[in-house]
């Protein structure tokens, strides 16, 4: 019977959705939006694959939508240091397909 408390929903923040998080790249460490780089995760069974949506949960690491980073990025082994787990051979095979695929379809002519 008694309504001493009424819960109400808090006010939506206008700006938080205007900001564009800020991610470095690992290779590089350059600095920019998220949007501009390409997200990495590594999920739950430790497989390493690219976020196209970049919303996936688990580990993530952001390298510049370029080869040159991507390569760096693996030369160095800056993805394991980023994500924290063991890549093989094969593995880089099939992220590297998946790098330039992604670059190919969600990002031409970045340069
Ligand atoms: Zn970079």
């Known amino acids: 019977m008694s309504a001493e408390r009424t819960y109400s929903a808090p006010a939506p923040t ?10 470095s790249c690992i ?4 600095t ?4 501009a780089l390409v997200r990495f995760v590594r ?4 497989i390493v694959g690219i976020d ?3 919303r996936r949960a688990g580990r993530g690491a ?4 370029k080869g040159a980073c991507f390569e760096k990025a693996r030369k160095g082994r800056m993805f394991e240091r980023a994500l924290r787990v063991a ?3 094969e593995d880089y095979k099939r992220l590297e397909t998946e790098f330039l695929d992604f670059l190919t379809l969600k ?3 970045e340069q």
């Open 62 to 65: 952001y390298v510049c939508a």
């Open 27 to 30: 290779a590089c460490r350059r």
């Open 43 to 46: 999920d739950a069974q430790g």
């Open 32 to 35: 920019a939006e998220k949007t």
């Open 14 to 23: 206008k700006a938080r959705r205007n900001r564009i998080a800020q991610r």
């Open 87 to 89: 890549i093989g051979t």
């Open 52 to 54: 196209a949506t970049r």
């Open 107 to 109: 990002m031409p002519e």
